[in-house]
């Protein structure tokens, strides 16, 4: 999963049934051929075992029973969608999930059981952990049996071209990796039968796609069948529900109906070539083969899959992107989507687009005479955050609070052509083809509960509030809803007619409105707050503490640690809700 976190180490070591000691300072890689100078010893060299001292084979081996330890564990692959996985299967109310534990590979030789499991507290019933390295290091699955010999295994597997690309993406994104994919797979292909190690630099691009290879090595240690489960990432994004109520079963949980995240599969600065993709498909070819007969079945996805590309898919907003206006009118408009591989691409937002022939937001506000266009002019703003979403998958929706006369409505529809459309309306309740409308008062929490809780049957990327335009209501439902699963990582929230927050006295829809310029309650002023609270990390702690006391009375910590942007236009306010990679930005201590 990683390259050592630190060059040098200390690991104290005891061989098992004599006196003999020694530590060993150095770098990682060092450290497997010291272990190795000493198999074989003469003597007692049949025990002498190299141990870490107050791991489980030191006594604390028969204290097992009394410590928290996995029930399961999830051990690959690598880009393999496991950590949307863990994100998806902690919302199981029975189901706890500890994330790169790293304790089998990384921490075996500096950590004991009672740390690993003291990574692994909670009160739910069904606890496991995930560390995606664990398939592709054969030392790891002896250690794993003398500590939790009795655990399920989750094996989460990609199209292996797909995860190459996807990994050597990630390595580049952070650094990691120099050399062209191109390059590395050349490499690769020159040393197929180099095993990396934690102190080499090398990165495996192709040998761990070689699945079957990983599995037939687990299975001599674990040869129990019915305690692995194969899972396909292609199929948990094309049937979420189905795929994760098949591992609830596999877990033994009770069956939880709740929104799959799918947010596994990035988006990249360059399609991959055909020709690299097509080599790698003859690659595998003869190692899918033996994997499909172990399933007992092929995997239709894998066969013709398209080479990986730069066009979002999974999350409402692709890892590793981040968009920037490029430049704009009326009639055109530039959305940059800059990635953090380097390099950009440029999706020119037009009805001649040559990934769309669609009519432009402005151009269908006119169409459908709504006010958005034709009063507000929110399409001065809006499509640099929302087209993004056109050509997303289906299987996704929108949510508008106030629908009113259904002009907004009929856009959104033609907008998102693949979408599903709801809407929640104080006086109106419909539904037809790719919509629903709830009747509802925004003002009334337990009212938007509901429908999220009970009636929403697809995840969201895009919630626009023109409901009440009540400030509280605005602050509320943002808080609620932008915090909540229903709206993707990566979606987008706006707030529109915020003109409400300068009004000094007034009223709508039967609630009153007294705030005014600068007040401390209006949704401007507590959206303005988030600002600062986004940058939280450079403030002081009397800083932080005084802003917690402002913006924390209104805005809860669980929600403000998903906001990835804040952006005011004229009448309206902006925000982006965190992808799953960015929140390695969040409380860095940055200086």
């Known amino acids: 999963v990683c390259q050592p976190l630190i060059d040098n180490f200390i690991v104290h070591l005891k061989l098992q049934d004599t006196s003999t000691e020694f530590q060993h300072v150095g770098p990682m890689s060092s450290f497997d051929s010291i272990l190795k100078s000493y198999e074989g010893s003469s003597g007692t060299a049949k025990k002498q075992k190299l141990i870490h001292e107050d791991a489980t084979h030191q006594g604390t081996k028969k204290d097992l029973s009394n410590l928290q330890l996995p029930q399961f564990l999830i051990i690959g692959a690598q880009k393999a969608g496991t950590m949307a996985a863990v994100k998806n299967l902690n919302k199981h109310p029975d189901i706890f999930v500890a994330s790169e534990v790293h304790y089998f590979d990384l921490a075996w030789h500096t950590k004991d059981v009672k740390w690993y499991s003291s990574q692994l507290q909670s009160t739910k019933k069904i606890i496991g952990e995930k560390t995606p390295e664990l398939i592709y290091v054969d030392e790891c699955f002896e250690r794993i049996k003398d500590v939790c010999p009795d655990s399920k295994f989750l094996l989460f597997l990609r199209d292996p071209v797909a995860r190459a690309y996807s990994s050597w993406n990630m ?71 189905a795929e994760y109520q098949r591992i609830f079963d596999f877990l033994g949980a009770k069956p939880f109906d709740f929104f799959p995240e799918d947010d596994h599969i990035g988006s990249y600065s360059a399609k991959l070539s055909s020709r690299v993709a097509e080599r790698l498909r003859r690659v595998y070819r003869s190692h899918n083969d033996r994997l499909f007969a172990f399933l007992g079945e092929r995997i239709p996805e894998w066969d013709e899959a398209p080479p990986p590309s730069s066009t979002p898919a999974g999350s409402a907003l692709a890892p590793d992107t981040t968009v920037a206006p490029a430049s704009s009118s009326n009639s055109t408009e530039i959305v940059q989507l800059s990635t953090t591989g380097g390099g950009a691409l440029q999706l020119p937002v037009t009805a001649a687009a040559a990934t769309s022939k669609l009519l432009t937001f402005a151009e269908l506000g006119r169409k459908h005479g709504t006010d958005k266009v034709t009063h507000h002019g929110y399409h001065r703003f809006y499509p640099r955050f929302i087209e993004q979403y056109r050509n997303g998958p289906a299987g996704q929706a929108m949510l508008e609070i106030g629908v ?34 709830f009747k509802a008062d925004q003002g009334q929490l337990r ?37 909540s699963s229903a709206l993707l990582p990566g979606g987008t929230y706006i707030v529109e007619d915020i003109e409400t927050s300068y009004w000094a006295r007034g009223g709508l829809y039967g609630y009153t409105t007294r705030y005014g310029y600068h007040h401390e309650r209006s949704a401007v002023e507590v959206f303005k707050d988030l600002l600062d609270d986004v940058n939280r990390e450079f403030l002081s702690e009397d800083s932080r503490r005084q802003q917690e006391q402002r913006v924390g009375r209104e805005i809860s910590l669980q929600t403000r640690e998903m906001i990835s942007s804040v952006s005011f236009g004229q009448n309206c306010i902006i925000i982006t809700k965190k992808t799953e990679e960015e929140y390695e930005y969040n409380d860095r201590h940055y200086r």
């Not at 002009?407 to 919509?435: Q, T």
């Open 171 to 241: 390595n580049v994104s952070k650094n990691r990796e120099g050399a062209t994919f191109d390059e590395c797979i050349q490499r690769n292909l020159n040393n197929l039968d180099e095993f990396r190690s934690y102190g080499t630099g090398e990165f495996h691009y192709v040998q761990r796609g070689f699945y079957m290879d990983q599995i037939e090595r687990f299975l001599k240690v674990f040869p129990k069948k019915e305690n692995l489960l194969i899972v396909i990432a292609e199929r948990i994004k094309s049937n979420p529900k």
């Open 404 to 437: 009113d006369q259904s002009h907004s409505l009929n856009m959104w529809l033609e907008y998102y052509p693949h979408a599903f459309v709801y809407g929640v309306d104080i006086s109106l309740s419909k539904s037809g083809e790719r919509f629903r409308i």
């Open 447 to 483: 009212e938007m509960r509901h429908i999220v809780e009970k009636d929403l049957q697809h995840p969201l990327f895009l919630i626009v509030d023109d409901g009440s335009h009540i400030p509280e209501h605005q602050v509320q439902c943002f808080d609620y809803l932008f915090g």
